[in-house]
């Protein structure tokens, strides 16, 4: 990390970027932090970071500005709108965080690049509880003299993979991550459901699975954390499942690749959304799933 950074920037700072940032001011960097919420700028500026009233005052302070952002769009207008990245006055490299899909990252390193501004791509699994531990998996993607002069930084909240030159591949790696993870997920709800239905215990059934070849991330920690308990509290909302399996279908099938099941898993995640609230924790999915087979035995019993 070069030795004459003073202050940090940080656009974004909810439930990932709250804590990621704690962690940098628990090395002992100074931040500037800005976002739409006042509540979630207030809670780091009690930690010891400096508010900023506008996305301008923080790249016009800092050197590195770190974002944290929920959507392609927003990372876009952030990066390259009026008042953003691309104009500061100071900043020199931006890591992203977020999941906004390779395109949008590829198109913003760009146009940054034209105002000497390098983009680290560098978005992060393992949840709001990986944030809070330190414990991220960290994908990171750019120019090796921006990667260098920042990895001490992302090495304060996670195990970094560095995945190559160019700013958007570790993007693609993140997206088909979280494709992978949210597949899981759905068919370990189908799976429960049935067990639960067909008469099960739901502690042995899980012991059993977790034991055996069927066992998965979301076997293992969302179900017997969030699901097994009730708590449904894993901090991970289903709109952002969408939003993430969208982008990573879209990317494989622009690559050529067939979609079959990554198609009717988006279909899924989408259709429990519509149903059942999109700002519902993920782990609410298994609820929709026990709804809508009540529903269909219901359906199938005879009329009286």
């Not at 628990?26 to 900023?52: F, I, N, P, T, W």
């Not at 940054?112 to 531990?133: C, F, M, N, T």
């Not at 699975?209 to 954390?225: H, L, P, T, V, Y």
């Not at 939003?243 to 979609?259: S, T």
Request: charged share 20%; net charge negative; glycine share 12%.
């Amino acid at each position: 990390m070069s030795t004459d950074i003073k202050t940090l920037g940080f656009i974004g700072v909810g439930v990932m970027g709250n804590p990621i940032a704690k962690h940098l001011i628990g090395k002992g960097h100074q931040l500037v932090v800005y976002d739409k919420s006042e509540r979630a700028v207030a809670a780091l500026v009690g930690e010891g970071a400096k508010a900023a009233a506008s996305i301008s005052q923080v790249v016009d302070e800092a050197e590195i500005v770190f974002t944290s952002l929920p959507s392609p769009a927003i990372f876009t207008e952030v990066a390259l709108g009026a008042g953003g990245v691309k104009e500061g006055k100071a900043v020199r490299i931006m890591v992203d965080l977020s999941t906004v899909g390779s395109r949008a990252t590829r198109h913003a390193a760009a146009q940054l690049l034209e105002h000497d501004i390098d983009l680290v791509d560098a978005p992060v699994s393992g949840g709001a509880a990986g944030a809070q531990k330190g414990t991220l998996a960290v994908m990171v993607a750019g120019k090796p003299e921006a990667v260098a002069e920042v990895r001490e930084l992302l090495e304060a909240f996670g195990k970094l993979f560095m995945v190559g030159p160019q700013a958007g591949q570790a993007q693609l790696l993140k997206l088909l991550n979280n494709m992978l993870s949210s597949t899981a997920f759905a068919i370990t709800s189908e799976a429960f459901v049935a067990g639960v239905r067909g008469g099960l215990d739901p502690e042995v059934m899980m012991a059993a699975i977790n034991a055996g070849s069927g066992r998965s991330g979301a076997s293992q920690d969302k179900f017997m954390k969030q699901v097994m308990p009730r708590t449904f509290d894993f901090g991970f909302p289903i709109a952002s499942v969408c939003k993430d399996i969208g982008l990573a279908v879209e990317e494989c099938e622009a690559l050529g690749v067939p979609m079959w099941v990554g198609n009717t898993v988006r279909q899924l995640w989408n259709f429990a959304g519509r149903q059942d609230g999109m700002q519902r924790d993920m782990t609410e999915l298994v609820t929709s799933i026990e709804h809508w087979a009540e529903g269909d035995a219901a359906a199938s019993r005879p009329r009286t």
